[in-house]
Every structure is written in structure tokens, then in C-alpha cells.
T-cell receptor, first 118, second 111 residues
Framework: GAVVSQHPSRVICKSGTSVKIECRSLDFQATTMFWYRQFPKQSLMLMATSNEGSKATYEQGVEKDKFLINHASLTLSTLTVTSAHPEDSSFYIC??????????????FGQGTRLTVV | GEDVEQSLFLSVREGDSSVINCTYTDSSSTYLYWYKQEPGAGLQLLTYIFSNMDMKQDQRLTVLLNKKDKHLSLRIADTQTGDSAIYFCAGRTGANSKLTFGKGITLSVRP
């Protein structure tokens, strides 16, 4: 199946600093990538949809200036958590959609990033 | 939009079958998925089913879809300890619509 790689897998940062998380599609070109947040023992919450070459579409309640998304190429999207605070600590997961339109490739996820803000 | 619901916890004995259930609200749901999440890991796609199918089997996994009741189930035959994880169902209504996830169910397999 399609491979989506996410880095780093785990990061600890100090309050007030920014953290960048990368999501790469390794064996296909992704016009669209999705960023999710998962709280402990809860389901995934879609944060934003990242479109290559254009601005991301954010879900209601997600701060655009807080969670910066860049999708500069067909294989890479980045999520930057700016001025991180302890309440931003969470598990962040990305997924990617194949530009060829193979529907189920959207369903492949990265391995997730555990962010801890201290 | 889509809304999916799952119960929270299931415990089974190794070697038995496990059945995980999911209900959804949007009758126009076209694509339905089952994912497995191990501790600290991302989601692994197990299988998917289209709404024009009633059943799909893939090795130990059997997916049943009851469109009338908007009910989706995943049966795992000969459950192993390595199957212990959280299982999520997810659905969407069209090619460009968002995936909506159920709350997830924790499967615990005891020896």
C-alpha cells in the first residue's frame, strides 16, 4: 500500500518555541494531505486539509496562526505549531491523498508525532 | 455530515473470534474503513468496503455492511495477542469528502 512517512515521531519542546512536523508521501504524489490531532483515549480530530500550492483549509475552531501548514510540493506537507504551550501537547497524525485519485490511498496515515510541551 | 459511533472496550480470549461494531448516520456514506492503532503509533488501514458491497473477506478479517441499519462490523477470526489495539471505523460520503472517525474500541486479547 501507499507509504506516508511522518517526522519526528516524538518531540519535546519548551513553552513559547515552535515545532515543525513533516509529512511525506514516499511512493506517490499527494495533492492533498490531512492533519489530525488525537487526544489520549480519543478519536482523531481533523485539523486542516493541506492542498499543494494553495492555502490550507482549516476546520472550525482550529487557529490558523497557531498551526501553520505548508504544502510546497506534491510529496511534502509541514505542520508548524507556533509558540507552543502545554495544552498543545498531543498526538498529531497526517494522511495523504494520491493525485491520481485512487480513493483508498487517502486512507494511509503517517506514524504520528507525539508532541510534549514543557 | 457523517457521524460514526463505536462502543469502547472488548476483551476476548486468544483463539476466539472478535466482532467490533460501528454505526453511522449518513446513509449516503460510500466508503467505509477499518483501522488499527497500536500504542503510540499511527493508523494502519486494515480493510475498506464500498457501499455497493455487503461483505468483504480478507484472510482473518471479515467486514459486514448492513446499509439498511447503517451498521458496519469487523470480525477477526482466531484472534491473537498481536491483535490487541484500538480499532477505528471511518467513513466518508464521496471522493472529496472528509473522513469521519468513530471513537474507537480497545480490543484486549487475553491468553
Amino acid at each position: 500500500g501507499a507509504v506516508v512517512s511522518q517526522h519526528p515521531s516524538r518531540v519535546i519542546c519548551k513553552s513559547g518555541t515552535s515545532v515543525k512536523i513533516e509529512c511525506r508521501s514516499l511512493d506517490f504524489q499527494a495533492t492533498t494531505m490531512f492533519w489530525y490531532r488525537q487526544f489520549p483515549k480519543q478519536s482523531l480530530m481533523l485539523m486542516a486539509t493541506s492542498n499543494e500550492g494553495s492555502k490550507a483549509t482549516y476546520e472550525q475552531g482550529v487557529e490558523k496562526d497557531k498551526f501553520l501548514i505548508n504544502h510546497a510540493s506534491l510529496t511534502l506537507s509541514t505542520l508548524t505549531v507556533t509558540s507552543a504551550h502545554p495544552e498543545d501537547s498531543s498526538f498529531y497524525i497526517c494522511s495523504a491523498r494520491d493525485r491520481s485519485g485512487q480513493l483508498h490511498t487517502e486512507a494511509f496515515f503517517g506514524q504520528g508525532t507525539r508532541l510534549t510541551v514543557v | 455530515g457523517e457521524d460514526v459511533e463505536q462502543s469502547l472496550f472488548l476483551s476476548v480470549r486468544e483463539g476466539d473470534s472478535s466482532v467490533i461494531n460501528c454505526t453511522y448516520t449518513d446513509s449516503s456514506s460510500t466508503y467505509l474503513y477499518w483501522y488499527k492503532q497500536e500504542p503510540g503509533a499511527g493508523l494502519q488501514l486494515l480493510t475498506y468496503i464500498f457501499s455497493n458491497m455487503d461483505m468483504k473477506q480478507d484472510q482473518r478479517l471479515t467486514v459486514l455492511l448492513n446499509k439498511k441499519d447503517k451498521h458496519l462490523s469487523l470480525r477477526i477470526a482466531d484472534t491473537q495477542t498481536g491483535d490487541s489495539a484500538i480499532y477505528f471505523c471511518a467513513g466518508r460520503t464521496g471522493a472529496n469528502s472528509k473522513l469521519t472517525f468513530g471513537k474507537g474500541i480497545t480490543l484486549s486479547v487475553r491468553p
